[in-house]
């Protein structure tokens, strides 16, 4: 019998909520790919196909979804059926409006 592991691609900035989520997941027996900021974040995408992208949302969060889902040529390169799901403190309904509309 075969065992597959889940990748997770995980965007986060704070230093301590990357940590956190990265060590649970990791326990929880995931792969996962750690991006402190979205330039790392795109550059991992080039070259993995994670299961899911987790982000946190922030000031680059939103480019980064439009960038997974429509733009700078990574659309073609990720399953347009890969989750995501974005993490905030700050959910106000435009908020989450706009990540929604991005595919979040």
């Known amino acids: 019998m075969s065992i597959t592991i889940s990748t997770i691609l995980l965007a986060e900035e704070h230093d301590a909520t990357r940590a956190f989520l990265a060590d649970n997941l990791t326990a929880d027996g995931y792969?996962?790919?750690?991006a402190p900021d979205r330039a790392k974040a795109l550059a991992l995408l080039t070259t993995s196909h994670p299961d899911?992208?987790?982000v946190?949302?922030?000031?680059?969060?939103l480019a980064l979804i439009?960038?997974?889902?429509t733009g700078?040529?990574?659309?073609?390169?990720v399953d347009s059926d890969t989750p995501l799901i974005v993490l905030s403190r700050d959910?106000?309904?435009?908020?989450?409006?706009?990540?929604?509309?991005?595919g979040g």
């Open 31 to 34: 792969r996962v790919l750690i």
């Open 52 to 54: 899911l992208i987790l």
């Open 56 to 61: 946190d949302v922030n000031g680059q969060t």
């Open 66 to 69: 439009d960038a997974i889902r």
């Open 72 to 77: 700078e040529g990574l659309a073609g390169r």
């Open 91 to 102: 959910a106000d309904r435009l908020q989450r409006i706009r990540v929604l509309e991005r």
